[in-house]
């Protein structure tokens, strides 16, 4: 579980910029703005690299010398996106992932607490927060989505005046600055002497003394450093009863039949997409949170999936919550009246935050340019196809940045779709496409790519 020696001192040793990854200048300055804080919120808007920020100053005070190990704490639906983001941006750190059993909780803590450049770990993890937390002193502690401790009396708010850190950063794009209340008891937790969450009682003398600990960028202050489109690929975990789904999918002998070998290939996608049974989705979890932060940035969302039952489970979970997150839905099962009120409904009711969309239906002849975030809960096979899609914002008359979210379910078939798709990109999107139609193939070569392709991808391990 632990790192080699070696793997710890490399990088003090034989650091070399070898990532490809350049960030933009904004991102440079938040970096150092990082690394010369002992404690900080970056609060920048969604979409301008948080995520990055916080790992390459992590890598800059490994490689002085300064710290020698840093814990992420963040939900868990975002674990194996903190791992993937590492290897991107600071691939000559060591990273592990530590979420142990709660009887071993202390054990496993006690041996793991600086001995890597990075831990990753999820806020259930610290409620109630280890014994070793306690004694042995965090170098760093960066709190990803950090609006998750702004109820001061919350268990985990607890939990975390009682670790003992040395720095203490906290990531995220919800504008706290709006509910004084919740900056308050944040700042409590990053400079317990200074700051009490009892200590404020008007916005305007908070934000004044909060100043020198917050930096925070909106998209409109650094739009000539943006592209028009920000395209953000998430790596997801399944949830447990995914995972046994899609493991006792993948486990039946692969068909022979071509057209069974897709119709396999579309279950353990669809699994990826949602538990058939019980609908328990980590990708749907992950949506829900994204569209929070949608409605909170005042702004709209369009939500597209090829297939509707995720749609629909989706539209339930956004009635659901308190106050409920208003949505309207466009499928073919809808009359050209009914398509006509979905959007007048979309585009003029600002209480409206997400267009649920199936991508077959309104994957093209729409102009929804009210929507500034496209979210893919899944993609269709042929990359043209989810362009039209991913267009129906990214066109004429949109005057934001577009943000893309996509997302891709670790140790899946869906890994795997993007490295075929490049590799044999047209060829493998007409076949599937035409098996989907159910039109006669008769080319022997297409036939044996389709069959070579889905076999590695039903058989990854």
Request: glycine letters at 4%; aromatic letters at 6%; charged letters at 25%.
């Amino acid at each position: 579980m632990r790192p080699r020696v070696e793997e710890l001192v490399a990088p003090l040793l034989f650091h070399t910029n070898t990532n490809k990854h350049s960030l933009r200048p904004f991102q440079e300055f938040g970096v150092k703005w990082l690394t010369e804080r002992r404690t900080g919120v970056l609060a920048d808007d969604m979409g301008l690299g948080k995520t990055a920020q916080a790992l390459r100053a992590i890598e800059r005070l490994v490689v002085n010398g300064t710290i020698r190990s840093a814990l992420i704490v963040c939900p868990k639906s975002l674990l194996a996106n903190w791992e993937a983001e590492s290897e991107t941006w600071v691939p000559g750190l060591t990273v592990v992932r530590s979420v142990p059993s709660r009887q071993d909780s202390d054990e496993v803590w006690s041996a793991i607490l600086g001995r890597s450049h990075i831990i990753v770990t999820n806020y259930e993890q610290l409620r109630p927060l280890p014994t070793p937390f306690e004694t042995v002193q965090v170098d760093l502690v960066v709190a990803d989505e950090a609006h998750r401790l702004r109820r001061s009396q919350a268990k985990l708010v607890k939990a975390f005046r009682l670790m003992n850190f040395e720095r203490f950063w906290a990531l995220t794009g919800t504008p706290i600055e709006r509910h004084p209340i919740d900056l308050a008891t944040l700042l409590s937790l990053l400079e317990p002497t200074r700051f009490s969450e009892n200590s404020f009682t008007i916005g305007s003398e908070l934000r004044a003394q909060a100043r020198p600990y917050l930096l925070r960028r909106m998209k409109k202050d650094v739009l000539d450093e943006l592209p028009d489109v920000i395209d953000t690929k998430e790596t997801i975990e399944l949830t447990p009863q995914q995972q046994r789904a899609y493991n006792a999918a993948r486990s039946q002998p692969l068909p022979k039949e071509l057209g069974e070998v897709l119709q396999r290939l579309t279950m353990l996608r669809s699994i990826c997409d949602s538990e058939p049974a019980s609908g328990v989705s980590a990708k749907l979890n992950r949506v829900m949170e994204i569209l929070q932060k949608v409605q909170e940035a005042g702004e709209k969302a369009i939500v597209f999936s090829y297939l509707l039952r995720p749609l629909e489970l989706l539209a339930q979970r956004m009635s659901l919550e308190k106050p409920p997150l208003n949505s309207v839905s466009l499928t073919g099962k809808l009359t050209m009246d009914e398509r006509a009120h979905v959007l007048r409904k979309f585009k003029t009711d600002d209480g409206v935050v997400a267009f649920l969309c199936s991508s077959r239906v309104g994957g093209e002849g729409l102009t929804l340019t009210e929507a500034n975030h496209v979210i893919f809960i899944n993609e269709w096979w042929n990359p043209s196809t989810n362009a039209q899609a991913r267009d129906r914002v990214v066109r004429f008359g949109q005057e934001r940045i577009v943000h893309v979210h996509r997302f891709r379910c670790k140790d899946t078939v869906e890994e795997v779709l993007d490295h075929i798709l490049e590799k044999k990109n047209e060829a493998y999107s007409s076949v599937v496409d035409a098996l989907a139609m159910q039109v006669q193939m008769t080319e022997t070569n297409s036939r044996e790519l389709l069959n070579e392709a889905l076999e590695s991808l039903v058989s990854i391990d």
